[in-house]
């Protein structure tokens, strides 16, 4: 861990960033930015309420909220790992979420852990360690976050792939 101005502002930065913002970052710039600024979504959202069965009803049995200093909720921890549900496992969000979560624990608690992403629907469950890359990356996105959600109005609008299924749909059409 380097100890800079830098990493401070790392730590600062990550008092208010939340794992749905890391996955947001990576996946809608312009999504973080409405989450940020508490512009709520359609809850009851197809796509929305997919994730969310996918989360409780996948482990029912730990499904507990876990919520860590009032900033991260892993879904939930297992042996000592921290797991990630996901509806796919082609989730590039979903990674970077849980490497968030990895690397809190282990910068903000103390606490050295690995990680799994779970797609239960594929059957498929990665492990995730945190790497000094994937540390750099997490920092990275840290910054980026900061200052995407510092601005005074939202990105500009993007087309992704995932548009037509986004919750958030309706805000990019104005």
């Not at 909220?65 to 009032?70: K, R, T, W």
């Not at 000592?80 to 809190?104: A, F, N």
């Not at 690995?114 to 945190?130: D, F, I, N, Q």
């Not at 993007?158 to 104005?174: L, N």
Request: proline letters at 4%.
């Amino acid at each position: 861990m380097t100890q800079n101005n830098r990493d401070g502002d790392i730590h600062d930065a990550a008092e208010r960033v939340t794992g749905v913002m890391m996955q947001y970052y990576e996946m809608c710039t312009r999504e973080l930015w409405f989450v940020a600024h508490d512009i709520d979504i359609d809850r009851g959202n197809r796509h929305v309420m997919r994730g969310t069965r996918v989360d409780k009803t996948s482990y029912a049995e730990n499904s507990e909220s876990i919520l860590i200093d009032g900033t991260i909720a892993p879904d939930l921890l297992d042996d000592g790992r921290i797991v990630e549900v996901k509806p796919s496992s082609d989730s590039s969000g979903g990674r970077l979420q849980l490497l968030y979560y990895l690397w809190y624990f282990k910068h903000k608690l103390g606490i050295e852990t690995t990680g799994v992403l779970a797609a239960p629907r594929e059957r498929t469950r990665e492990t995730v360690e945190l790497t000094p890359d994937a540390e750099k990356q997490v920092e990275t996105a840290l910054h980026g976050i900061r200052e995407i959600i510092t601005q005074d109005s939202p990105p500009a609008f993007e087309e992704k792939p995932y548009c037509g299924s986004c919750a958030y749909r309706d805000f990019c059409q104005i």
